[in-house]
């Protein structure tokens, strides 16, 4: 799987993403080039309901991550996940939202949906010693498919 | 001239098998391993069964789902900070210093040496 961007240069591989032992989702790899994850018990991008799409907004002395600038997209702006069968999801922006990880909407984010739409998630704000404070997450939703 | 005709009969039927036994062994037919069924994968599954089957535990991929099987806690840590310096810079830094020191040195040496021999 891969996923673009255009809008903030964004072109990388997409690697499956479990559960952390804590029951939190697994975030990509610390590394130079850092990927970003489809979480995968979200649906695949393009089928009904929330998929969902994590990278690093940073990556330690590697420094900016995939999801480096996140936060400048824009409603209407496209996003394309690429799939391993060869078509390609096309989505777009309805809204980016910078929201405290403390209130983390876990609803708004993995709740059903009765259409095909995407998440994609990193971190923002403010840093509190070697953590972000919140969390950046785009909403978007299917516009059309890719053959 | 009757023992001649039975020793050559009986050398000729030695010849038949002895030739005839290497023949079987060297062909790899795949007909003995079509006619073991009880040697199936399916039942070599039953009985040694695959580690990811004893994950009971672990939801299957909502890929093919129409929405999220496994909502996870909490908020996900997506950003790790720039991590201070583990010391490398220091240590090359500190290299660097004292190869500009021995150097200096010998220079030092160098010019007192021909300024002793002059």
New interface residues.
Partial sequence: MGLEIPAIGVDTPVI?LG?AP????E??P?QADDPAGW??????PG????S?I????????H?D?V?RHLARLRRGERIVARLENGTAAEFTVDSVRTVP??D?P?DAV????DRPELRL????GP?K????RD?VIVFATLSGTID | MRRTVLSAAALACTAVLASAVPAFADDPSPVPDRANPSASPADVAEKDPSPVAAETDTPAPAEDADGVTVVPSGAPDTGAATAPSDGNGTLIGAGAAAALAAGGAGFLVVRRRRAAAE
Avoid: M, Q
């Fill in positions: 499956p559960l804590d029951r939190t989702v975030v990509p610390i979480y995968r018990h979200s649906p695949t089928r009904k309901g929330p969902v994590l990278g690093h907004v940073t990556v330690g002395r420094g991550g999801f990880k403390a983390f876990t993995y709740g059903d949906v998630i990193t971190c923002g840093r010693g070697d953590e972000y969390n």
